[in-house]
């Protein structure tokens, strides 16, 4: 369920939602309120009309092969568009348009665990849980558009000491810094000026 309050706490509105739903991940993004399940599938809600029913969007149901495990949203606004990101793990990630209703891009080889652009970037960068980060090219000029494949692959493993195993499990763009969280082998902060 989701719960609202005022800014005192004070008032309460409640939003229920299937039953036996878990919830793994939370975005805001203009007016709507995204989640994603551990199912992979996408719940939204929006700010303007919160007495509305909750409405799900079937786009990730192949995602429902297994537990997601780590699984993130995110969003961003290169070339002056805003785009919403599901990093679906075994379910690979897509890029979905800022009404979460049409897919754009999707990647289904390899498992990813989180995906990040920064605002005004040409870049796209997808942490899997092999420990490699893979950067795409945003295309805008006659649609939105990404390289089909990555136009290059970070081993995060080998920026940092110890074992090669090494699973990324968030990556952040912003600027042009690039942090990766990794499972075992802390935080890696690389700076890219070209998205590689």
Do not use: C
């Not at 509105?13 to 919830?23: A, D």
């Not at 995204?34 to 007495?51: N, V």
């Not at 490699?132 to 939105?144: A, Q, R």
């Amino acid at each position: 369920s989701l719960y609202r309050y005022d800014s005192s706490l004070g008032d309460e509105l409640k939003q229920t939602v299937s039953e036996n739903v878990e919830f793994s991940s939370i975005t805001a993004h203009q007016d709507l309120l995204i989640m994603l399940t551990k199912s992979g599938a996408l719940w939204k809600s929006d700010f303007d009309s919160p007495s509305e029913p909750w409405e799900s969007d079937l786009t990730l149901e192949e995602s429902e092969i297994r537990p997601l495990g780590i699984a993130r949203l995110t969003t961003s606004n290169p070339g002056n568009e805003d785009f919403v990101y599901a990093a679906l793990n075994p379910g690979g990630f897509r890029v979905l348009d800022d009404d979460v209703d049409t897919e754009l891009f999707r990647r289904t080889e390899g498992d990813y665990t989180s995906v990040s652009a920064p605002d005004e970037s040409d870049y796209l960068y997808a942490s899997r849980t092999d420990g490699t980060v893979e950067v795409y090219k945003f295309d805008g000029n006659n649609s939105p558009s990404w390289s089909e494949d990555p136009i290059a692959t970070i081993n995060t493993a080998g920026y940092q000491d110890g074992s090669p195993n090494v699973q990324s499990n968030q990556v952040l763009a912003t600027g042009d810094y690039l942090y990766i969280a990794n499972s075992s082998e802390g935080t890696l902060v690389l700076e890219v000026n070209d998205g590689s």
